[in-house]
């Protein structure tokens, strides 16, 4: 049977003639479990957002506030505030906790941005570590140093919240090398019709932490010491570490537990490898130029950046949105704060499943499937912010516009941050670490730039510059990758050897780019 015909049985029927017999075929097995370490990672990313609603005591940080600035804020920010009476049919308690830290709006902002030193710092070491040593073991460092950091934040937010920074660095220097370490998983595992289901079924885990983490967290937090958040999730996750270790290597011709021959060979043919050229590829030297001068390359970049920053204004900054604004209790908060996070892990799914038989019965090219997925994850977003900023205090509104307006997000996961294998899977952690690390910046600058624009603020009216800010940023995002992002693999994928470039001294490509 042709390859191409394999894809297609697979892709329409849902049968797979690799697998002799085993129930989940390992390249599966390897994106289910890959999906759950990036919800572990995301799981520590966000439980920060959450957990220091009930760390900082709210009502000190307020009165603070107003003794420091009396005359300027007595009267000038109370009108876009929202008010509930108890007896209104959509009203949820209205409880605000208090904890130990007195720590004003811009210093949360710094400490929910210092995941993002970390992160940024670690994306293209990490990338390069991935693609010459090995993903299966970046990635597995990176879960063990969150886990570590984990449990150790309570004692160090205990002592001065500047060893709490520390700690969010180091989460984040762990964490800034998981995409690019799953995406040298999914270019040596995934055969190319496949690669927008696996890459969804990965990346979708980010969503499925966020749900998780944000979920767990309200609940400990409503019933237990706030320090229980960190020493909980921070062990459970020490279960992940091991079934990695045991159930997935770095690529097929590695695995040897809970794999077929059948099915080694079927995704090494797709790929169209041997053994000599994987070896070769693990040494190829980057095309440093002909990257940073590729238009496709630099559509993808433009879209992360553009994305990213509504994607972490909407997930750092969601829960205090929900608190202070809408005014929901803490275990409201956590609920309501996941759902919009559960329909897009849902949406990422079923979009990936269509976009990929469209593309098995030829409806559709890829470079079409990934820019219906980034118009799907800027379009609807934008107008989602555009009318919470306007339902003012209608909080059912706001709560399903924030729902629809996350949920598309996840059509990022189809469309640019798959594209990165489609125009060079040599170098897919490279290139991932690179638009990661431009893509990091809003993540540093969200928390620090609403905690600035919020300090003795907390208004719709405020909130509203910060949403029309990510609505810009959304336009720019889809005019750019639609007019240049494409999936034709580039001239450049194919580079010189590392060895063969240093005794040429010369660019890889260099001479067929002007052939």
Known sequence: MSIRKIYTCILIDGSDPGTNGIVLPARYLMAVMGSIGLAIIYG???????????????TAVRQYTLDKNESEFATAHTEGECHFDDGSLN????????GPFVWSEPLQGLILSAYFWGYMVSLIPGGR???????KWVMNGSVLLNVAASILTPVAASLHYSLFIVCRILQGIGGGVTFPAMHVMIAKWAPPNERSILASIVYAGTALGTVISILVTGLIAANMNWVWIFYIEGALCLIWCAAWWIMVEDSPEQQT???????????????????????????LAVPWKEVLKSKPFMAILIAHFCSNFGWYMLLIELPTFMNQILKFDMSSNAGLSSMPFLCMWIFTMMLSKVLAIMQGKNLITVTVSRKIGTLFSSVVPMFCLIGVSYVGCNRALAVALMTIGVTCIGGMYSGFLANHIDIAPNFAGTLVAITNCVATIPGFVVPIFVGKLTHGNQTIGAWRVIFFTTVALYIVEMLVYTIFGSAEEQPWNKAKPIDEETSDQTLPLKDDIKK
């Open 129 to 135: 570590m991935a693609e010459l040593l090995s993903a």
């Open 91 to 98: 009203v949820t308690k209205n409880v605000v906790e208090d």
């Open 257 to 283: 537990r809970f794999i077929s021959q059948q099915e080694k060979d079927y995704i090494m043919e797709s790929l169209g490898h041997t053994k000599d050229t994987n070896e070769l590829q693990e040494k």
């Open 44 to 58: 520590f990313k966000v439980i920060t957002s959450v957990a220091i609603v009930v760390m900082v005591n709210h």
